[in-house]
């Protein structure tokens, strides 16, 4: 989420030239200490708050889907929540067990502590490990280089980095699209949140929140692949 | 007065490099040996579940990784680097080695991401349609990697086999051997210890290569079952997971630095000991 924010923090500082916002990343866990401690004026999480993080302002400013991919040659259009779960498990293993060609499905997921393998294994995994044979990339660009390149293989990525290279499959029948996952029928939503402290009585803070918040900086957000809270 | 100013000045600065080396090593060990300590040598060195989120730390499947890697990095490269050395090195007209030494050295200035990169677009896909698997693979790692150590073993065996004084040549081909009973037989005995510190610093720098291999080896946890198979290398493993990695995770990652750390001095020593003994 940190580019997201990078961009509306760049907008915000040339609408108010006097103000310098210093836009650091780390991951939602690094978000929320920083911020409860006071390291930091606003923190930023791309997951929704645990119970035992208290004390902070949650205030949502978009969603962020994952797509689950593959090459646009392959026959599969949709898979359920479960049939995700066991590909990645590794109890599935061939593509023809889901419809399509015998061949074995290349599994590519993310790295150790990336946000977005924590989102897609809090809402897919229920729990399990992922396999130790997927293939391990460090960004979500390099998940989708896989799967443009390899007609086996399957990937999640960002909703807001989907391209016409790759085929994001519907999940339990529901196709990623925008309207799908505004109406809350796309399962593998995640939110953005901005952290405030409720007693830091930051008028910064708030004016920035405010900006974000804004029909401009929600659609700036919207133009980066995001979807907006406020339509 | 000034000379000694200036002498001192040079030692200083001789001296931070050396500085920086203790600083970094006590700051690797500082962080990852508590974590060895906690989790077991044994457990840690031979663990084969890596799962930071449970805080499960076994890297015996990336020592494998880097093993294999680089092995099969050697095998590919040994013998193309010493024939090139020793055609430069004996055979080839001065005109022509005038031009190929160059380039070579050339080969060392590209940056190990552009390796990789070729990587992924060129070989990868090859070895997935002529031999299967995802084509991520140790086999990909171990071709780029045998690339990238070329123009170590090549440069260094050359300079070990130009060191041979002419006159052993002159006596060996006066006893009647042929030229290649004279390189096998008298040259390359003579240069051997100089060729095998070559092979052993290409092996140190195969061991440590990270982006290339990040880029081509796949980065699967488990343990590869054939060359075809992805893999994970000790490199790969800090570098791949150390944007987001906090508290205990963080610790594993720099004890795999420990290992690496100690596993490139061993290597590293060896070089320097077969090369004073040459001298």
């Given amino acids: 989420m940190q580019p997201f924010l990078e961009k509306l923090a760049e907008e915000y500082m040339s609408l108010h030239p006097r103000v310098k916002i210093n836009v650091q990343g780390g991951g939602s866990t690094a978000g929320i200490i920083a911020v409860q401690s006071g390291a930091c004026h606003i923190g930023m999480s791309s997951r929704p708050l645990k119970p035992e993080e208290t004390g902070l302002n949650a205030i949502q400013i978009a969603y962020d889907a994952i797509a689950i991919?593959?090459?646009?040659?392959?026959?599969?259009?949709?898979?359920?929540?479960?049939?995700?779960r066991d590909i990645f498990a590794g109890r599935i293993r061939n593509w023809s067990d889901l419809g399509g060609p015998d061949a074995?499905?290349?599994?590519?997921?993310?790295?150790?502590?990336?946000?977005?393998?924590?989102?897609?294994?809090?809402?897919?995994?229920?729990?399990?490990?992922?396999?130790?044979?997927?293939?391990?990339?460090?960004?979500?660009?390099?998940?989708?280089?896989?799967?443009?390149?390899?007609?086996?293989?399957?990937?999640?990525?960002?909703?807001?980095?989907?391209?016409?290279?790759?085929?994001?499959?519907?999940?339990?029948?529901?196709?990623?699209?925008?309207?799908?996952?505004?109406?809350?029928?796309?399962?593998?939503?995640?939110?953005?949140?901005?952290?405030?402290?409720?007693?830091a009585q930051c008028v910064l803070a708030d004016s920035f929140n405010g900006y974000v918040l804004s029909p401009r900086g929600q659609a700036s957000l919207a133009q980066e692949g995001l979807i907006p809270v406020q339509p | 007065?000034?000379?000694?100013?200036?002498?001192?000045?040079?030692?200083?600065?001789?001296?931070?490099?050396?500085?920086?080396?203790?600083?970094?090593?006590?700051?690797?060990?500082?962080?990852?040996?508590?974590?060895?300590?906690?989790?077991?040598?044994?457990?840690?060195?031979?663990?084969?579940?890596?799962?930071?989120?449970?805080?499960?730390?076994?890297?015996?499947?990336?020592?494998?990784?880097?093993?294999?890697?680089?092995?099969?990095?050697l095998v590919i490269a040994v013998p193309f680097g010493l024939g090139c050395a020793i055609f430069l090195a004996e055979f080839s007209p001065k005109a022509l080695s005038r031009v190929l030494?160059?380039?070579?050295?050339?080969?060392?200035?590209?940056p190990s991401?552009?390796?990789?990169?070729?990587?992924?677009?060129?070989?990868?896909?090859?070895?997935?349609?002529?031999?299967?698997g995802p084509g991520l693979s140790v086999l990909a790692a171990a071709i780029i990697l045998s690339i990238m150590v070329l123009p170590t073993i090549i440069s260094i065996s050359y300079d070990a086999i130009s060191a041979v004084?002419?006159?052993?040549?002159?006596?060996?081909?006066?006893?009647?051997?042929?030229?290649?009973?004279?390189?096998?037989?008298?040259?390359?005995?003579?240069?051997?210890?100089?060729?095998i510190a070559s092979l052993i610093l290409g092996m140190g720098r195969a061991v440590g290569e990270t982006m290339a291999v990040i880029m081509v080896a796949g980065n699967a946890i488990k343990l590869p079952g054939s060359i075809l198979d992805p893999t994970r290398?000790?490199?790969?493993?800090?570098?791949?997971?150390?944007?987001?990695?906090?508290?205990?995770?963080?610790?594993?990652?720099f004890a795999t630095g420990v290992l690496l750390f100690v596993?490139?001095?061993i290597i590293n020593s060896a070089a320097y000991l077969l090369i004073k003994k040459d001298e």
Avoid at chain 1, 164 to 182: F, Q, W, Y
Avoid at chain 2, 165 to 194: F, K, N
């Fill in chain 2, 165 to 195: 004084p002419h006159s052993y040549r002159e006596g060996s081909l006066a006893l009647g051997a042929t030229r290649w009973q004279t390189v096998t037989g008298v040259v390359l005995r003579a240069a051997r210890s100089g060729i």
């Fill in chain 2, 101 to 110: 030494k160059p380039v070579i050295e050339l080969l060392a200035g590209i």
């Fill in chain 2, 113 to 132: 991401v552009v390796y990789g990169f070729v990587g992924v677009i060129v070989l990868t896909p090859l070895i997935r349609e002529y031999l299967g």
């Fill in chain 2, 233 to 253: 290398t000790l490199t790969s493993n800090i570098a791949l997971e150390m944007a987001y990695a906090t508290g205990q995770h963080r610790q594993a990652l």
């Fill in chain 1, 69 to 84: 991919i593959v090459h646009p040659k392959n026959p599969v259009a949709g898979l359920s929540l479960g049939q995700i």
């Fill in chain 1, 104 to 199: 074995l499905i290349v599994v590519v997921t993310r790295e150790e502590g990336s946000g977005t393998r924590g989102a897609f294994s809090q809402m897919v995994m229920a729990q399990q490990d992922i396999s130790e044979q997927a293939l391990v990339q460090d960004s979500n660009g390099a998940v989708r280089e896989i799967v443009v390149r390899d007609k086996n293989a399957l990937g999640y990525i960002s909703f807001g980095l989907l391209d016409p290279r790759v085929k994001a499959l519907s999940i339990d029948g529901t196709a990623p699209t925008h309207e799908n996952i505004m109406a809350g029928r796309y399962q593998l939503k995640r939110p953005f949140l901005i952290l405030l402290r409720p007693d």
């Fill in chain 2, 263 to 265: 596993i490139i001095m």
């Fill in chain 2, 1 to 73: 007065m000034r000379e000694r100013i200036i002498e001192r000045a040079l030692f200083f600065t001789a001296l931070s490099a050396t500085f920086v080396l203790f600083l970094i090593a006590f700051f690797i060990f500082q962080q990852g040996v508590p974590l060895i300590v906690k989790v077991g040598v044994g457990r840690f060195l031979f663990g084969l579940k890596w799962a930071p989120a449970s805080s499960v730390f076994g890297v015996f499947s990336f020592l494998v990784g880097s093993f294999f890697v680089t092995a099969g990095a």
